[in-house]
């Protein structure tokens, strides 16, 4: 018996070497390791795994590009307008400055120039009735600085000849104002107004006959025979 189990074992066993041997021949004849390799299911997996990390890559360092580059942009967009912002509110205070500054400038000059400017108001007694506008002032003035009617009518007919009794009255060599001044701007020792205030060209024509001629009459007389005074 044991003979023969051992006679069918060893055909059992040539059949296994013999068919182990077949397939050890095809895979010799056959067999491409690599491609075997390849077509395992855990090499793809590895494979798409490391196409994966490799495409995550790529994407990582596009965005990280992405952001720096945008962030870059933004920043500078950023300073620039803060620059300008800044830029812009700095010339805006300096105008603002600007214009306080000659707001306060004109202001100072205005008041100096109210404080330099002549008398603008004038009393006319009923002495003066008989005239109007600039004469009434005239003949109210002259009797402040103690002139009588007579010296008041020898006023007015010299300021007739002389400019009509126009405070705006000039002629071709520069005399100006009511009492034709030369030049005009003598006046201002009497007030920056000179050249609009009637009483300013009043006032200082007054000072000067009286400085000059002593009474207007004698300022009259020295005119009526040359023809100036």
Not at 19 to 24: P, Q, S, T
Not at 43 to 71: P, S
Request: hydrophobic fraction near 40%; aromatic fraction near 8%; include cysteine.
């Amino acid at each position: 018996m044991i003979p023969l189990l051992t006679r069918y074992g060893a055909k059992l066993a040539a059949v296994l070497v013999l068919a182990l041997g077949a397939v050890i021949a095809v895979n010799a004849a056959t067999d491409k390791p690599w491609e075997r390799d390849a077509q395992h299911p855990s090499q793809a997996a590895a494979e798409q795994q490391a196409d994966a990390e490799e495409a995550y890559d790529e994407v990582r360092y596009l965005h990280v590009n992405y952001i720096a580059e945008t962030a870059g942009a933004d920043v500078t967009v950023k300073a620039e307008a803060v620059f300008e912002y800044a830029a812009d509110k700095a010339n805006g205070l300096n105008d603002a400055q600007k214009d306080a500054d000659e707001a306060a400038q004109a202001a100072e000059e205005a008041a100096e120039e109210a404080a330099n400017a002549g008398r603008t108001d004038v009393d006319i007694p009923g002495s003066c009735s008989e005239y109007s506008g600039n004469k009434a002032t005239g003949c109210a003035l002259a009797q402040e600085h103690g002139f009588d009617l007579e010296q008041v009518g020898c006023l007015v007919a010299l300021w007739d000849r002389e400019s009509g009794w126009n405070e705006l009255a000039a002629n071709g060599i520069g005399a100006y104002g009511i009492p034709q001044a030369l030049p005009g701007d003598k006046m201002a020792s009497e007030g920056s107004d000179w050249e609009t205030n009637p009483v300013t060209q009043i006032e200082w024509g007054l000072g000067y006959i009286e400085g000059r001629y002593g009474t207007p009459c004698e300022a009259w007389n020295h005119s009526e025979d040359v023809g100036w005074y």
